[in-house]
């Protein structure tokens, strides 16, 4: 079974920086795309940043400066660095993964609360 561990949340002033992990255990084939989510609260999941299978990354435009995504695939790891932090940056922010005959894992959300 796959699964995806989160880290890195917590609380941070705004304009402070937190970088966030995922970390992917078992077997995992043709993972064809790796990104971050977030869900404030009576807001709508979105994507956030995302890395495709070959190569490409993506960013809300919210974030666009701001937040950088990567991955190092020898850790199994996916990070998403994130500066310049403001207050409506504060949600839930989910790890996923597709692989490459479509199946969805996610983790369980790890909190990010930016406030003075």
């Known amino acids: 079974q796959v699964q995806l561990v989160e880290s890195g949340g917590g609380l941070v002033q705004p304009g402070g920086s937190l970088r966030l992990s995922c970390e992917a255990s078992?077997?995992?084939?043709?993972?064809?795309?790796m990104g971050w989510y977030r869900q404030a609260p009576g807001k709508e999941r979105e994507l956030v940043a995302a890395?495709?299978?070959?190569?490409?990354?993506s960013y809300v435009d919210s974030v666009k400066g701001r937040f950088t995504v990567s991955r190092d695939n020898t850790k199994n790891t996916m990070y998403l660095q994130m500066n310049s932090l403001k207050p409506e940056d504060t949600a839930i922010y989910y790890c996923?993964?597709?692989?490459?005959?479509?199946?969805?894992?996610w983790g369980q959300g790890t909190q990010v609360t930016v406030s003075s």
């Open positions: 996923n993964i597709v692989d490459g005959v479509g199946h969805t894992y």
């Open positions: 078992g077997i995992i084939f043709s993972i064809n795309f």
């Open positions: 890395i495709f299978s070959r190569g490409i990354t």
